[in-house]
């Protein structure tokens, strides 16, 4: 069973040592495991196990009638199957029963239990006892075979040691001093840098469940991935991310939500944890919008955060929320690096200058974007990133450069992926970019109090 038994040893008791494959099922494995082995209570389910187990092209011969006990008794006198398949109706009292079974059950065994008590706390207790899945009679062939590949998916996945080392993985979280500054727009525009220009595998994970307008902005279904894995943290795996993302092109690939507003969504930090975990596993990069609102509950997920990227406005309320950020961010993400981005910088007058922004906050401004309404406007109309709206510009090139700053892996920074080096425009420093723009306005002045 998967629990009580730490996860790391699914893997390593797995019948195929981390190469599961269909065509291994139904072969004693070295330890003398057989893949799978079901035990229904009955005719109906037998069948459309056996029909399913056909489908998938897995021999059906250790799938028979029985109940928990006989379970146990096989269990007892042999090895235990690597998947396990397991009746609790008409059980009276399934939850002790299983943990009893657990006795004998050889770690790293993947059970999923069929039943007719279709009730949230008992499926919920079922999970907290280790059971990998749990599906209501009568079958539905679909979701049987489903459970079963889910199952087959986990025990195939690469063991931890195997798994890409963090330190090749960015994990990037772009959060907003303030509503409206566009940390989605940066969110969005790095994405899709890091997954075109660095050629990077990316996941872009939006965690503004009910209102973000990341799946907006690209012009994609939102689908409803993210939802369901806060509701059911223990699905979260390979498959079911393959499963849940939405895919932008061959390297991106969105998480996100549009959670209807009557519904309140609980945000667990170690749900989310857990997801970041997986889709360092699958990318080579991730990018996290990050609600600031968010922070608190979502603690636990700034251990995987290697790059935070602060967008502000060049505001008092802006500066005021950036030192309150950045102050938090020491305490809970001591380790990841801080990129400080001001954007919707207007080429006239600033309520706060960059220079008094800087005293302000005792913090280097490490980039800054400019208003650019009319950009806005055709990167809405087209469906596409800033980055993506505006490639080859100005605003383009910044955002590349910020991007190759924050979340490009190793492999990008070598530079073989990259295209051409931004123009000089993009590489200019925050404090010249300002000064020209200033100087191309008449009146702009850009200092505290106008
Ligand atoms: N540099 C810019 N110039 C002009 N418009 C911009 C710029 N950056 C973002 N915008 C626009 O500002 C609006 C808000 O941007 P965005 O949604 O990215 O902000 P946000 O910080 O994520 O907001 P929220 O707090 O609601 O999550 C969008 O319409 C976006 O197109
Ligand atoms: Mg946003």
Redesign the pocket.
């Known amino acids: 069973m998967n629990a009580p038994w730490p996860s790391s040893d699914i893997t390593a008791a797995s019948p195929n040592s981390g190469n599961a494959t269909l065509a291994g099922y139904g072969q004693p494995s070295a330890i003398g495991r057989q893949s799978l082995a079901g035990y229904v209570g009955d005719e109906a389910s037998l069948e459309v196990l056996r029909a399913c187990l056909a489908g998938l092209g897995w021999p059906t011969d250790r799938c028979q009638l029985g109940a928990l006990d006989d379970a146990a008794q096989a269990l007892a006198m042999t090895p235990s199957p690597a998947i396990l398949i397991l009746d609790l109706s008409g059980d009276p009292a399934p939850l002790d029963n299983i943990q009893d079974l657990a006795q004998v059950c050889d770690p790293g065994t993947m059970v999923i239990a069929l039943g007719e008590t279709n009730d949230v706390q008992f499926y919920r207790a079922l999970q907290a006892s280790g059971i990998h899945d749990y599906l209501l009679k009568p079958l539905c062939p679909n979701e049987l075979a489903e459970a079963i590949l889910a199952a087959q998916a986990v025990l195939a996945a690469p063991p931890p040691a195997q798994a890409t080392p963090a330190s090749q993985h960015i994990t990037t979280a772009v959060i907003?001093a303030?509503?409206?500054?566009?940390?989605?727009?940066?969110?969005?525009s790095l994405a899709w840098i890091s997954s075109c220009d660095l050629a990077q595998p990316t996941a872009l994970l939006y965690l503004?469940i009910q209102?973000?307008?990341g799946a907006l902005?690209l012009d994609l279904d939102p689908g409803s991935g993210l939802v369901e894995a806060i509701e059911n943290p223990s699905r979260i795996d390979g498959l079911f991310i393959e499963r849940a993302m939405t895919r932008a092109s061959d390297t991106l690939s969105l998480l996100t939500a549009e959670a209807p507003i009557a519904n309140s969504v609980p945000t667990d930090g170690i749900a989310m944890l857990h997801l970041a975990e997986e889709l360092r596993h699958a990318f080579t990069a991730t990018v996290i919008?990050l609600?600031?609102t968010m922070l608190a509950s979502l603690t636990p997920l700034m251990t995987e955060v290697t790059t935070i990227v602060l967008?502000t406005e060049l505001t008092l309320a802006g500066a005021r929320d950036t030192i309150r950020i950045l102050d938090w961010v020491k305490t809970h993400a001591p380790l990841a690096r801080v990129t400080l981005v001001a954007?919707?910088?207007p080429s006239g007058i600033c309520e706060i200058g960059p220079g008094d922004f800087e005293s302000a906050t005792e913090r280097k401004l490490d980039f800054l974007?400019?208003?650019?309404?009319r950009?806005?406007?055709n990167?809405?109309k087209q469906g596409q990133s800033?980055a993506q709206a505006c490639r080859g510009g100005r605003?383009g090139d910044t955002l590349l450069a910020i991007a190759r700053a924050v979340c490009a892996s190793d492999d990008a920074t070598a530079g073989t992926k990259l295209r051409a080096a931004p123009s000089l425009l993009g590489r200019l420093d925050p404090r010249q970019l300002l000064a020209r723009l200033s100087a191309s306005t008449p009146g702009g002045g850009g200092k505290m109090g106008g």
């Open positions: 907003g303030r509503g409206g500054v566009g940390a989605t727009m940066v969110a969005t503004d209102f973000g307008t902005s919008d609600p600031r967008v954007n919707k910088v974007l400019p208003l650019e309404p950009l806005a406007i990167a809405a800033f605003m």
